[in-house]
């Protein structure tokens, strides 16, 4: 988690995405289930998303490391000199940008400091594709069903 928010870690999903393989390896040799992809998908996604909470580190990159840039960038200005300052904000826009491609409808969290707000939109997306993507009404009910509040 340390390399994930302070490093932006998100730029290489190739190495990211061998680390994702592995945790999926993982996953179905401990539990002696076959995933495939819709089931791997879903099982990534938080619980409250209808998800098993395993998250995937290429899913949660982004989000941590902006999460960490907003939250560090007031101690980051009073330690750094601004022309080091000034350097540090290409990359938040970069990120910030690659956050605004992947949820062009989603308005900026109101507390950037939170890994949660800047995920849930994320989140969001892909429970909404698998809906929307379900192959027959058994598979989005239960989708529907196991996503819903309280």
């Known amino acids: 988690m340390y390399f994930l928010r302070?490093?932006?870690l998100w730029k290489q999903p190739h190495l990211l995405d061998k680390i994702d393989?592995?945790?999926r390896h993982t996953i179905t040799s401990i539990l002696n289930v076959a995933l495939d992809d819709r089931a791997w998908l879903q099982a990534t996604l938080p619980i409250r998303f209808g998800g098993l909470g395993i998250r995937k580190?290429?899913?949660?990159?982004?989000?941590?490391?902006?999460?960490?840039?907003?939250s560090t960038r007031q101690l980051t200005s009073g330690i750094l000199t601004?022309?080091?300052?000034?350097?540090?904000?290409?990359?938040?826009?970069d990120t910030l940008s690659a956050w605004k491609l992947a949820c062009p409808d989603e308005a900026?969290?109101?507390?950037?400091?939170?890994?949660?707000?800047?995920?849930?939109?994320?989140?969001r997306l892909?429970?909404?594709?698998?809906?929307?993507?379900s192959t027959n009404t058994a598979e989005r009910a239960r989708l529907l069903a196991v996503g819903e509040a309280e």
């Open 6 to 8: 302070s490093s932006p």
């Open 21 to 23: 393989q592995t945790i």
């Open 57 to 70: 580190i290429t899913s949660v990159s982004l989000p941590a490391f902006l999460s960490s840039v907003r």
């Open 82 to 93: 601004q022309s080091l300052v000034d350097c540090e904000v290409p990359c938040l826009t």
């Open 108 to 123: 900026l969290p109101k507390n950037p400091s939170s890994q949660r707000q800047w995920d849930e939109p994320l989140c």
């Open 126 to 133: 892909v429970r909404n594709n698998l809906i929307n993507t």
